[in-house]
């Protein structure tokens, strides 16, 4: 299973940028697909959570309103929009896959089974 972020680029305060995670290899059904993020000198951090069973979404407290996760299954691909993008929003952003249910709503990053490598989002003036 392969994991291919893309979308990521320089835009200024305020923009916008759609990040786009497409799975490809093996047929796989997974419990949840998250968007995760490492700010420069930071840990990595949990972004955004799209659980299977239901296409229930979730979100860390920073986002505030902010962004969108969304599937299009037709094309394997899951999308991370981000809107009034600020500086602290700058990152590598990652997209993971949990195949077996473990990452407790991807809050567990130990419980992500596959990793995507990732794309740089750099929110400056």
């Known amino acids: 299973v392969q994991l291919q972020a893309s979308g990521g680029g320089l835009v200024q305060p305020g923009g916008s940028l759609r990040l786009s995670c497409t799975v490809s290899g093996s047929t796989l059904s997974y419990d949840a697909i998250g968007w995760f993020r490492q700010p420069p000198g930071r840990e990595r951090e949990g972004v955004s959570c799209?659980?299977?069973?239901?296409?229930?979404?979730y979100y860390a407290d920073f986002v505030e309103g902010r962004f969108t996760i969304s599937r299009d299954n037709a094309k394997n691909t899951v999308y991370l929009q981000m809107n009034r993008l600020e500086p602290e929003d700058t990152a590598v952003y990652y997209c993971?896959?949990?195949?077996?249910?473990?990452?407790?709503?991807?809050?567990?990053?130990?419980?992500?089974?596959?990793w995507g490598k990732g794309t740089q989002v750099t929110v400056s003036s």
């Open positions: 993971a896959i949990d195949a077996m249910g473990y990452s407790d709503y991807c809050t567990d990053t130990d419980g992500m089974d596959y």
């Open positions: 799209l659980m299977s069973s239901d296409l229930s979404t």
